[in-house]
Structures are given as C-alpha cells and as structure tokens.
C-alpha cells in the first residue's frame, strides 16, 4: 500500500541496513545514477559516500542534489566506468548497473570491486537475475521466446541478465565470502 516514493526509501534504508553502515564508513555507490542512495547514507548513516556514473546528466544533478543537501563535505561524485575507480571503500552498493556490464564482463567487475573493498568490508550487489537455462544454448538470440525478445530490446538493450548461480560463482571465485542472497520483490 505503499507509495513509489515511501517504497524507494525503504529500498534505500533496507540497503543501508544491509551494508551496516555506520559513520566514519567510506561507501562506494556503482553506477551512482541520481545520487539517491549516497545522499541517503551520508545523510541518514553518517558516512563518506562516493558514486560513481557514466552519465552526465546524472552526474550534474546528483552534484546538485549534494549542495542542496549540504553534504558537499561527505558526498562526492566522479563521471568514471566503474573499472578506472580508485581507491579503498569498507561498504560498496551497486544497484541495477549489473545487467549492463555483459556476462563476459562478469569475471574482472567481481575482481575489480573486491580490490577496492577493505579486506573486512560488504559488498552489495542488487540486480535483476533470470532463471539458470536448463542447456545453455536456452538464452541465444535464435530461441528467445518473445518475452525475452522484449526484454533485450526495450528493457535492456544491450544489456544481459545473469542467473543467481553464476552471479555467486563468479563473486566467490574473486575472493567474497557470500552470506546472504535474496530475492527482493
């Protein structure tokens, strides 16, 4: 019964809380987009949060959001891939950005976060996952039943959805310890 605005902000607390951020934390938001969740957690939770986006208008009016807010002294925000990022974070978020790195990407963006995530830091990956295919040709172009069709070509162009399994392979296999999955609806 909520509405769209009270759900986003329980989206926002729920993955603060997940992160346990706590002040002082240096935060890296992946894919940063309007800069919701970095305002959220410095605002709300006290920490340092940097984002990150390939977009420049998303970047301007993040920046601006920050003044508003008056964080410009805990909220930064860079117009950088995400692979160029530098630096050492103790909580990272990347929110809806996973589908757009492409599954052969997968490999070096778990290996790129892991190496700026502090050795006892979280790691929050939140994205869209579909179904394990039962043979692997299930996903090519050429069997896509028509609901996919309309998923790559106006949900995700050029994107691709990974299946939960894989996702947690490829995160162990760069080093994270997996604690919690779950599917949020």
């Not at 329980?10 to 002040?23: A, G, H, N, S, W």
């Not at 977009?55 to 930064?76: C, H, I, M, P, Y």
């Not at 929110?95 to 979280?122: C, Q, T, W």
């Not at 394990?132 to 995700?156: G, V």
Request: aromatic share 8%; hydrophobic share 40%.
């Amino acid at each position: 019964n909520n509405s769209v605005e009270q759900a986003q902000r329980d989206k926002l607390e729920m993955i603060c809380r997940k992160l346990r951020l706590k002040p002082g934390d240096r935060m890296l938001d992946i894919g940063s987009g309007w800069g919701g969740l970095v305002c959220h957690a410095a605002q709300n939770f006290g920490v340092s949060a940097h984002g990150c986006t390939l977009s420049q208008e998303q970047l301007a009016f993040a920046r601006a959001k920050v003044k508003r807010l008056g964080l410009e002294d805990r909220v930064t925000f860079e117009l950088i891939d995400y692979s160029n990022v530098t630096g050492q974070f103790d909580k990272i978020a990347s929110i809806g950005m996973y589908e757009h790195i492409g599954l052969k990407n997968i490999p070096e963006y778990m290996r790129k976060v892991r190496s700026l995530l502090a050795d006892d830091g979280l790691f929050l990956n939140h994205a869209i996952s579909r179904k394990a295919p039962k043979d692997k040709s299930a996903w090519l172009p050429a069997r896509m039943r028509p609901e996919k069709k309309a998923i790559a070509k106006y949900i995700f162009p050029g994107g691709e959805l990974d299946h939960i399994g894989h996702s947690i392979a490829a995160m162990e296999q760069a080093g994270f310890e997996v604690h919690d999955v779950e599917g949020w609806r």
